[in-house]
């Protein structure tokens, strides 16, 4: 590429329209969770949530790396990967909110909310679940011969679960064409990182199934971008599967019923201050006017989203049973 | 018809889905060059290679969540647990994962995959590798739960299963493997949810599962003899239970038994009994529902002891004389 051309690339890999898209993503989903607080707030919502506010880059770096016809198992605090992997917002929305036309009829809510038509195959109600399923989704891609790859996300609490090993050695033994994306966000509910583990990173773990580990500044979108991209290219090239963890800290409490006794207010201020949206709006140079502009935009996208979601009709009891067998 | 085994029916029926689908494939601990603990395996991995025939780490939840995440994604795995008491280890994937997975995403996915398991007592194996545990699994809606009785039975189940689009938990008994029977040498399938009268009687009605079918038959000859002519009824598949054939049996003999190897309390006779009393039957019994299960107990080792943990030929005669006498 010539250097002109190359100069116009933020961070040497994303050109400057897709960078705004994406910081619009990350806006969006934000603008998503800081409304679904409201709406819990103001007794609309049945169930729990799980925030990622403070943990957007993440879900902006990763998806944008990847193929229409990859696969994405994703975590339980997964709503800006949701949107990322091209979710629509009504009717996820409308999933939120437990209605007829959500992703999943109103059956899965925020904690399963799927699209298995866009290789979408889910948010994960069990720490670490995903991770196995995974191993059998690239065992299914190598199966079928096709150059697929698999993004599994989940979080430093996950990697202390026993199917973290299992997955990490059979997908390593086997070559599977998986990523393996820990979302290191310091706690797992209130277990401390520190307290959890002997070791300074998860990725120190890749050594112990012979695949490579990487640590990334997880509030940096162009750092996950380039990692998440090289562990792509060597899974599609059938060298296998690649642990990277992106550090990042979760701003709000674990899910709706935490008092947040096991962390210190300065700590959760500092990492404010590393806010991974107003970073990357900087490094796009966006100004105030135009950042002003693009929370505006997303505020009016959650106002149509619950609009349609609110306007939507309920599951008829009728169906109750339905979806349980093919 | 030629007679083969139990354990080279369930392998027919796994070579011949293999060759007429390719997205069927195993996937389990020892599956492969040792041909699986039980022997069930033995030579396919010769004739479709280790790409099909896949030998696991010992990762229970692994292989549980590689049958998952494969099915999802257009495969058709069939997993090995090679004892089924190994299956605590996969329970996440199994009940968590594979089960719910089609109903949390508002009926959209696909889970056609199928988990054998060795299970049950007698072979001195003692209380970690001898349990029956198939009715956790009958507690779990997504999953259907088979449980074949005979070599015909387990191929025929065993490729229906296969060809299922849901989850089915497949529950062979490590006594049957060496038995035999008549077994077709061409594909047919015997549809999930379809009870079998195993033998026809007027004086008593007996519902067995698994090992206790063979029992249960051995008990009726003896039983013939005494004037005693027992009606046997095999579920087959716990779940779907097909009860008609045990509702319209009991209206004919007026008394039922139930036997299997699992634990009687929360065992699946219960819900046997709980379907009898709820039908057009309970009008028709003149004695309680018996049944005639497993001790409320871990198997144990020494051979003798073993022997008394779970309904034995003997015992199934002595019960069945009882009801029929009208000692209940």
């Known amino acids: ?326 | 018809m030629r007679e083969i085994s139990y354990m080279e029916a369930l392998r027919e029926a796994i070579r011949q889905a293999m060759e007429k689908d390719e997205r069927v494939f195993v996937i389990g601990e020892d599956i492969g060059i040792y041909g699986g603990a039980f022997g069930v395996t033995a030579g396919l991995l010769d004739q479709f290679g280790p790409q099909r025939i896949i030998d696991t780490p010992i990762s229970e939840a692994g292989i549980a969540g590689a049958c998952v995440g494969a099915a999802v994604t257009g495969m058709r795995p069939i997993g090995e647990i090679q004892f089924s008491d190994f299956v605590v280890l996969s329970m996440e994937q199994i009940v968590m994962q594979g089960a719910k997975m089609r109903f949390m995403f508002g009926g959209k996915a696909e889970l056609p995959f199928v988990m054998r398991l060795a299970s049950g007592s007698g072979t001195g194996a003692a209380a970690q590798h001898s349990e029956s545990l198939e009715n956790w699994f009958v507690h779990v809606p997504g999953l259907k739960v088979v449980m074949p009785s005979s070599p015909y039975d387990a191929k025929g189940l065993l490729l229906s299963a296969i060809e299922e689009k849901n989850p089915v938990m497949f529950f062979e008994h490590k006594l049957l493997y060496k038995t035999k029977g008549d077994v077709p040498e061409e594909m047919y399938t015997i549809p999930l949810g379809q009870s079998n009268v195993v033998r026809e009687g007027s004086h008593l009605t007996i519902v067995a599962m698994s090992v206790m079918v063979m029992r249960a038959q051995q008990a009726a000859e003896t039983l013939a003899k005494e004037g005693i002519e027992v009606e046997i009824i095999d579920p087959r598949t716990l779940n779907p239970l097909d009860t008609a054939p045990i509702i319209k049996s009991i209206i004919k003999t007026g008394k039922a038994l139930i036997v299997h190897e699992a634990v009687k309390t929360g065992g699946f006779g219960g819900e046997i009994s709980a379907a009898i009393m709820e039908s057009e039957a309970f009008a028709y019994l003149d004695a309680p529902v018996r049944r005639l299960a497993g001790l409320d107990m871990p198997i144990p080792y020494n051979r003798n002891l073993e022997y008394h943990s779970v309904p034995q030929v003997e015992n199934i005669i002595e019960e069945a004389r009882k009801l029929v006498k009208g000692a209940y």
Request: hydrophobic content about 40%.
């Open chain 1, 1 to 326: 590429m010539p250097e002109s051309k190359k100069e116009q690339l933020i961070g040497g890999v994303l050109e400057v329209s897709r960078a705004k898209d994406l910081l619009a993503k990350m806006v969006l989903t934000r603008a998503f969770e800081e409304n679904a607080e409201e709406m819990f707030a103001l007794g609309k919502v049945h169930g729990t949530m799980h925030l990622s506010i403070g943990q957007e880059a993440i879900a902006a770096g990763a998806g944008p790396t990847l193929r229409k016809d990859d696969y994405l198992l994703n975590t339980h605090r997964g709503h800006g990967h949701f949107l990322v992997w091209g979710g629509d917002l009504n009717r996820m929305m409308a999933e939120f909110l437990g209605k007829e036309t959500g992703y999943c009829r109103g059956r899965g809510g925020s904690m399963h909310i799927a699209d298995v038509e866009s290789n979408n195959l889910g948010s994960q109600g069990i720490v670490a679940g995903n991770l196995p399923i995974s191993v059998g989704v690239g065992l299914s891609i190598k199966m079928r011969k096709t150059d697929q790859v698999v993004l599994t996300l989940f979080g430093d609490g996950a990697s202390n679960e026993g199917a973290f090993h299992e997955s990490l050695n059979m997908a390593s033994i086997w070559n599977l064409p998986i990523i393996f994306l820990c979302e290191n966000n310091q706690y797992a509910m209130s277990m401390a990182f520190e307290k959890a583990f002997k070791i300074e990173q998860v990725s120190d773990r890749a050594a112990a199934y012979g695949m490579p580990g990487v640590t990334v500044d997880g509030n940096d979108v162009i750092a996950i971008y380039k990692a998440v991209q090289n562990a792509a290219k060597r899974a599609r090239d059938g060298n296998g599967p690649t642990l990277i963890e992106a550090v990042t800290y979760r701003w709000r409490g674990q899910s709706k019923s935490d008092r947040q006794l096991y962390r210190t207010r300065d700590e959760v201020k500092g990492w404010m201050e590393k806010d991974p949206i107003l970073r990357f709006a900087k490094l796009l140079n966006v100004n105030d006017e135009e950042f002003k502009k693009i929370e505006a935009q997303a505020k009016e996208e959650i106002r149509k989203a619950v609009e349609f979601a609110e306007a939507s009709p309920e599951p008829d009891v009728a169906t109750i049973l339905e979806g349980i067998y093919a």
